[in-house]
């Protein structure tokens, strides 16, 4: 099973963009943490992607009932999917870390900073594939989740 993950995108998407991620082969799921919600559809229509995972982030208005974090199961493993803003993740993991631990997650998976983290830190992935648009580390970015064998291989690209 092998996941795109996108973050802050800020109705910006580009050829260029789908082109790169497209270099990386195809994908069985999407999953958009954020800023812009409507962005995830079209990422998913441009890379033919059926499933979705989506949360809104702090500049997604009018997003009332969505939930701002989700937990989903993929192959065996608890990922919980959320923008970050309400766990303060600028300031740091710490709120976001203690939520995981309490819920047994395998991997957090976080937008809303613009920098990427790919980090296992006490036996959770703590992954953040940064913005597609506006890197506050950088270069453009998203991420790849591979799930086989029990395990969850996580890389960074850059756009």
């Known amino acids: 099973m092998k996941a795109l ?4 995108s800020h109705r910006n998407i580009f050829d ?5 991620i497209q270099k990386h082969g195809s994908y069985d799921i999407l999953i958009h943490c954020g800023d812009n919600y409507k962005d995830a559809q079209v990422f998913a229509e441009k890379l033919n992607i059926s499933t979705i995972y989506q ?33 303060k993740v600028k300031e740091d993991i710490q709120r976001l870390k203690q ?28 992954f953040n594939p940064g913005s597609t648009i506006f890197p506050k580390d950088g270069l453009a970015s ?9 395990k969850i291989i996580s890389t960074i690209k850059t756009l």
């Open 5 to 8: 993950v996108i973050s802050d």
């Open 16 to 20: 260029h963009q789908i082109e790169e």
């Open 55 to 87: 949360v809104p982030g702090n500049c997604d208005f009018n997003y009332l009932g969505k939930e701002l974090s989700i937990i989903k199961v993929i192959e065996n493993k608890n990922v919980l999917i959320t923008h970050g803003h309400i766990y």
């Open 99 to 126: 939520f995981a631990k309490e819920k047994n997650i395998d991997a957090v998976i976080y937008g809303h900073t613009h920098k990427s983290q790919n980090e296992v830190i006490d036996n959770i992935l703590f």
């Open 142 to 150: 998203f991420g790849i989740l591979e799930f086989k064998n029990n």
